[in-house]
């Protein structure tokens, strides 16, 4: 068990992955993907990075487009934007899925069941959200 004085708070970013699928009744799935803590800036955008390279072949030749134009040029302005606190989103899609990457700038506190970068149980009652 964490003693007042164990408690650390240090800065960092968080990245989380949703896929967005629209079903048959026009209602929206939203699945968190994965999640991805960061000690900086540039390894947030970088875990973006590495992700959408291995879906490019999955998407259509626009959204190609979309994705190497970013990692070409945009993902500069995304690492300036989350390092000055702003969020980050980007997203690509691929016939009736829309995946999308978002970054922010976050506190981590210390957890004291938090083993082996797995996320605690209680991670699992928070519903995904999208903007």
Not at 22 to 39: M, N, P
Not at 58 to 69: C, G, H, I, S, T
């Amino acid at each position: 068990m964490l003693t007042p004085s164990a408690v650390v708070v240090r800065p960092g970013f968080w990245g989380e992955c949703v896929t967005i699928r629209r079903g048959k009744d026009e209602a929206q799935q939203c699945v968190l993907t994965a999640s991805f803590e960061a000690h900086s800036a540039t390894e947030a955008v970088r875990w973006v990075r590495t992700a959408l390279k291995l879906v490019t072949p999955a998407l259509d030749q626009n959204e190609v487009q979309r994705a190497f134009a970013w990692l070409e040029h945009g993902q500069w302005e995304a690492v300036h934007q989350v390092k000055h606190g702003n969020a980050f989103a980007f997203g690509v899609s691929a016939g009736g899925l829309h995946i999308l990457w978002t970054i922010r700038r976050v506190r981590f506190l210390s957890l004291a069941h938090r083993q082996a970068g797995r996320l605690p149980a209680c991670s699992e009652l928070y519903v995904c959200r999208h903007s």
